[in-house]
Structures are given as structure tokens and as C-alpha cells.
């Protein structure tokens, strides 16, 4: 009889294990085809002084939304900043609004996991795009001293390279950058180079119509995914508008996802949100803060720009404030 309940308890264990062992199995899924989005109202108002919070790049830092952004004042000058950690995105109107001392314009965070260091690249430095390193990312004021990033130029641009985005592979380590002329550029370098220059020669990867292909280019690694995702902010009949296009490299073609105005990656279309027409430069939530720049398309979260339909006026002054959306599922 104690045989029988021995054999009976063991089974009844192995059960209990298997069904423990099935929980912890990892979900893992793909990109849809078309995205709709559920929108936050503005999170944030700018502190005295600025009028926007702009070209958002944001990591999970300890379990909290690390936060860097452009800014704009009352007059004619563009800085950068960071917010103060917070846990929930409800938390950010009351986070510390930190006043970088040396401007970071169109910043991009990551922590760079063979050399365990952290990078804040940007535009508008001492060169075409100039990054910065760190051990501490949440001190606004305590990166290094500008080096190099990239020294190349480009033709047909009235604004030059802008809005640059960093992602490594494996091997690799690529730069890709706009310039409002229609067109996508993307530089490389073995990883084993970096944090240094990816020189001055670019080779463009993406070309249309400069509304189409416009500015704030990102991309990112698909979890769970043999692919990596593109999103490049366009301008469209109803405002500024997300396109998405996917590769299964980063050194090869990218191709159209969702990638129209009215079946957009985010916009007015499918963004949700009520306050604002614009769904503009931003990113998305990153929980692996590491150069892989790696999304869960099972948690996809963008924190983007955005301002009130009512406004007008000249670009700088433009009031735009952050908000986030979440992928409906």
C-alpha cells in the first residue's frame, strides 16, 4: 500500500513539475501586420523657461524609466535634459526635470555591455554626431567630455545628418541618421571598435520622398525574432506619422511593413490619442537597455511627442510634451 502511494506521490510531484516547467516557458511573438494603440494624455509639462520636451530616448535603468530629451526655450535656443527616475509613467509630471549643462540635442541612451559603459550619442556637438560615456546615466551632468561619433556629411539636405540612432549585432556596431531630404543612411564598424568613430562615409538604405522618409529614425532588435525593426517619422495630410519597415540584418535591405498614413506604425490614424494629431520623434520602451536596442513585441510600449492640435506657429516654440502609447493586443 505505501508502494502504491510512494508511486501515486511521485507521479502526482512529476505532474506538479511539468506544469511548473510549462509556466516559465518564455512567450514569444511577432510583429502585427497592423498596429493599434491605446494613448496616455501629456505626461509632462516643461519646467520655467522651456516651452517643449522633445526626441525622447528611454531605458528601464533598476527597474525605473530612465528619460533623456530635447528642449527648447522661450527664445531661439535648444538644449537637453533628463528626468529624474520614476516607477510608473502616471509618475513622470512629478519627476526632476535636469538641466544639462552641455546640450545633448536628439539623444540616444544605451549601455554598452562589452566595454560595461554608458553612451549618450547626439547631434549638434563638435561634430556631425558626437557621443558621450558614463557610469552613472542618471546624473545628468556627469558624462565625459564629447568625442567623435561620426565627422561624414551629406548632399541634398537643408539640415544636414540629424536624429542618429546607434545598434549593435554580434559583430557589428551601425550608425543610421536622416536629413529631412527622403533618405535613410547607415555607417558601420566592427564592435570591437566602439565607443569611436564610424568615420565619414555613409551609405544610404532608404530612399523616397522627403515626407515620406523625414527625420527620427530608429531601430531595434525584435526579441524572441530573427528580424530587426525600422521606424522613421514621416509627414503626413493629418500630421507627423510613424512607417515601419523590417530586415533580417542590419547590414542588409529593409522592407515596407506598416508604412502608409492610413495603416501607419503610429499615428493619427491608430495612435488613440485625442490631445494631439502629431505622433513624433520618440522611442520605444526598452527593458534591456543594452546596443542590441531590443523590443518585446509582446509588451510594445512608444514613448513619443505629441502636441495640442490647436498649436501653430514656429517650429521650436511648437509646445510638444511627452505621452506613451501601448500596443493593443
Known sequence: MRLAETIVSLVSTGIILLESATVVVAQTCSLPSTYSWTSTDPLATPKSG???????????????????ATTHDTGSSWGSMNFGLFSDWSDMASASQNTMSSAAVAPTLFYFAPKSIWVLAYQWGPTTFSYKTSSDPTNANGWSSAQTLFSGTISGSSTGAIDQTVIGDSTNMYLFFAGDNGKIYRASMPIGNFPGSFGTSSTVVLSDTSNNLFESVQVYTVSGQNQY????????????????FTATSLSGSWTAQAATESNPFAGKANSGATWTNDVSHGDLVR?????????DPCNLQFLYQGRATSSSGDYGLLPYRPAVLTLQS
Open 229 to 244: 525593426l525600422m521606424i522613421v517619422e514621416a509627414i503626413g495630410s493629418n500630421g507627423r506619422y510613424f512607417r515601419s
Open 50 to 68: 522651456w516651452v517643449s520636451l522633445k526626441d525622447f530616448t528611454n531605458v528601464v535603468y533598476n527597474g525605473q524609466h530612465l528619460v533623456y
Open 287 to 295: 527593458t534591456n537597455p543594452d546596443q542590441t536596442m531590443t523590443i
